[in-house]
Each structure stands twice: as C-alpha cells, then as structure tokens.
C-alpha cells in the first residue's frame, strides 16, 4: 500500500523566509503528485499539480519539484508572508485513488 | 466557478438519527470521492465512484452508504449515526484521466451527540 509521509508536522519561520516542504512516498509508480493548501475549518486547495512525466511545476512563489525515483517531492515557498500561514498537505496519484500526507502546518510569523 | 459543492455545511445528530450529505460538481468528472478528515488521522477514504451507477468502498466504509444515480451528486448517507462518525466530510471529483486533478468541496463539519 502506498505510504505517504510529509515532515516536519509543523514548521515555524519568520517573515521573508525561503522554505521547503518535504513530502516522500513509498511506491514510485505514481501517475500524478498534486499539493494542497487547507486553511483552518477550509477545504483543500489545489496548488499545484506535476504528472509522473514532468520534474517541476511553478506557480508564482511557489515551485513544486518531483523525483519519481526516490519517492520524494518538495515544495518550496519564497519570500514567505503571514499569509502563507495554513497546513499545507501532499498526495499521490496512482489510478482512481489518491494517497494523501497529513500535512505540514506553517506559520509564517511577522 | 461553482466546482464541488457540499450541503449542509453543519451539521448536529442525535445517535440513531440518520442523513445524507450531499456532492454536487459541475465539472462533469467521473470520479468523485468521500472522505473524512479526524485529528491526527488525516484524511480517510470512505467510498467512491467512477462514474454514475457505480459505487466502492474505502479504507473506512462501515457506517456509510452511498449512491451515484446522476453524474453530477454524490450523496453520503448515515443510516444510525454514531459519535465516532462525528467528523469533518469532503467531497472531491476528479476526471477520468488518470492525469487529473483533484477538486475539493468545503467540508461539512458533522457532531453527533
């Protein structure tokens, strides 16, 4: 069964800071890898989204990054701001079903 | 840009009381999911369709029943709710492709006492 593991759980920076998130599965065979934003008593927001073909995936000050190989997938965020504040959560794609990280919460502090 | 819509959105039951939560996605998907999310459990497949007329179980299926009867809802029912079905539901669809995205709803936050 595929395993899905995001660390840290929880992540705290200051203000301006670049950062990465970390999300690792087990089973490389995996047709999609998508990262989700949840804000507190929110549903899941679609961040981004990299197909098993493509190594990278930007979306403003954000860039997703996949190694297929080493089940391992980052998220990385520049010049954070307060309002990057939430749980930020990754799954896997392998046919009709989805794998999902419990997340890592962020506080972005001013 | 309605997407994935749940109703309600709150929720409160008495133990043995029943209901149904409804999906509602206006993207024409063929798959669409219930799951729950618990503190510290993540979030947790209950059932799910690939398409309409069809229906299976998840990691958490006891409980629950679902119906698919047009593409576009999804509905979850709790026969006999109990306090460990007390939750927090969403509902996500996605397309046929094996390369698509994922679409979640809001959530309905559900207590039952």
């Not at chain 1, 749980?87 to 046919?95: D, E, W």
Request: a neutral charge.
């Amino acid at each position: 069964k595929q395993e899905v593991t995001q660390i840290p759980a929880a992540l705290s920076v200051p203000e301006g800071e670049n950062l990465v998130l970390n999300c690792s599965f087990t089973d490389s065979a995996i047709y999609n890898l998508q990262w989700f934003r949840q804000d507190p008593g929110k549903g899941l927001t679609s961040l981004l989204l990299i197909q098993s073909s493509q190594r990278e995936q930007t979306s403003g000050r954000l860039n997703a990054s996949l190694d297929k190989s080493s089940g391992r997938s980052t998220l990385y965020i520049a010049a954070s701001q307060p309002g990057d504040s939430a749980t930020y959560l990754c799954a896997v794609r392998r046919g009709n079903q989805f794998y999902f990280g419990t997340g890592t919460s962020l506080t972005v502090i001013p | 840009n309605a997407g994935v819509t749940q109703t309600p959105k709150f929720r409160v039951l008495k133990t043995g009381q029943s209901m149904t939560l409804l999906c509602a996605q206006d993207m024409n998907h063929e798959y669409m999911y219930w799951y729950r999310q618990d503190p510290g459990m993540g979030l947790r497949l209950i059932h799910y369709s690939v398409g309409e007329g069809t229906t299976a179980k998840g990691e958490v299926p006891d409980g629950y029943n679902v119906s698919r009867l047009k593409k576009q809802n999804f509905l979850l029912g709790l026969e006999s709710a109990a306090p460990s079905q007390t939750s927090v539901y969403f509902c996500a669809s996605s397309n046929g492709a094996f390369t698509g995205e994922l679409f979640f709803g809001e959530g309905s936050r559900l207590t039952v006492l």
